[in-house]
């Protein structure tokens, strides 16, 4: 539920940023620059205001430090899924204890007691064996598929800011567009 909550594009790739970013970097307005990323508590936001803090830098050098932040911050969000990964794994070689112990206490039926002659007395081992099992499957299957599903959205978020980065990088401070060149923006002192 954790990662359903917070692992959204909201906290890691709100595309209208970018649009509200871009008039005022056009406009050389460092201070509504500075005033919108502060505010901003995602991925995106932290790429960019770091971008706009290292705008003197080489665009190499830029992409290199946005790229990182974007990894950290992905593997950390992948960090928080893996309890899903855990317990896909456990659940089953658990279900499969109890599998083996129902067999057991069947088989100690027949060697034991009876032995096969009233088959209703394995019925308890059996039916003990088969429900572990099915336990096992119903926890470890959803967690597999949650596992994946975020994994799924890890790369979905990694290709976007990606994509978003390099569209960012070649605009903004490519030598062929002078309205944006780094050099008009303003210099504000940051204020922590």
Do not use: C
Request: charge should be positive.
């Amino acid at each position: 539920m954790e990662r359903l909550l917070n692992f959204r594009a909201k906290y890691i790739f709100p595309a209208e940023l970018i649009a509200k970013v871009k008039p005022l970097w056009q406009e050389g307005d460092s201070e509504k620059i500075q005033a919108l990323l502060e505010s901003e508590k995602n991925t995106l936001g932290r790429i960019l205001y770091y971008l706009f803090n290292h705008r003197h830098q080489q665009p190499g050098t830029l992409a290199a430090g946005a790229s990182e932040i974007a990894s950290l911050e992905l593997r950390q969000h992948q960090q928080k899924a893996y309890a899903l990964a855990i317990v896909a794994t456990v659940a089953p070689i658990v279900g499969l204890l109890g599998t083996v112990i129902g067999m057991i206490e069947a088989f100690h039926v027949i060697a034991y007691s009876q032995g096969m002659g009233n088959p209703a007395l394995l019925a308890g081992g059996i039916s003990k064996a088969l429900i572990n099992t099915a336990a096992g499957l119903s926890v470890a299957l959803p967690a597999l598929a949650m596992h994946h599903f975020f994994k799924h959205r890890s790369v979905v978020f990694s290709l976007q800011l990606e994509q978003a980065l390099n569209q960012i990088i070649n605009e903004w401070f490519s030598s062929s567009h002078a309205t944006l060149n780094p050099s008009n923006l303003k210099v504000v002192a940051h204020a922590n």
